[in-house]
């Protein structure tokens, strides 16, 4: 019904930034009926966790790590998320993965994007 693809990853040197894209396509309806957006991201061997959301109604949430230095945001008209994150650290490696949450809280994944952050 929902897919998501993300891009915008890659390997950046500590202190520098990237931004990630989050694209989504398919049902209209239950694209513009969600109830948020967000990026997780999941390392080697470690749980998925949460880096930021963005609920329909503009409101976001960040991670501790990640407060200060990334900035989810929406672009209504494109469907799409963005993840602006600067002062990048080697700890923020990772695979990063865009949530979708239905207004009926089912929830969609895309497929991943590699931010690899060298010391």
């Known amino acids: 019904q929902v897919q998501l693809v993300e891009s915008g990853g890659g390997l950046v040197q500590a202190g520098g930034s990237l931004r990630l894209s989050c694209a989504a396509s398919?049902?209209?309806?239950?694209?513009?009926?969600?109830?948020?957006m967000g990026w997780y991201r999941q390392a080697p061997g470690k749980e998925r966790e949460l880096v930021a959301t963005?609920?329909?109604?503009?409101?976001?949430t960040y991670a501790d790590s990640v407060k200060g230095r990334f900035t989810i945001s929406r672009d209504k008209a494109k469907n799409t998320v963005y993840l602006q994150m600067n002062s990048l650290k080697p700890e923020d490696t990772s695979v990063y993965y865009c949530?979708?949450?239905?207004?009926?809280?089912?929830?969609?994944w895309g497929q991943g994007t590699q931010v690899t952050v060298s010391s």
């Open positions: 949530k979708l949450r239905s207004s009926y809280y089912k929830d969609y």
């Open positions: 398919g049902n209209i309806f239950v694209i513009n009926a969600m109830n948020a």
């Open positions: 963005i609920t329909s109604g503009g409101s976001t």
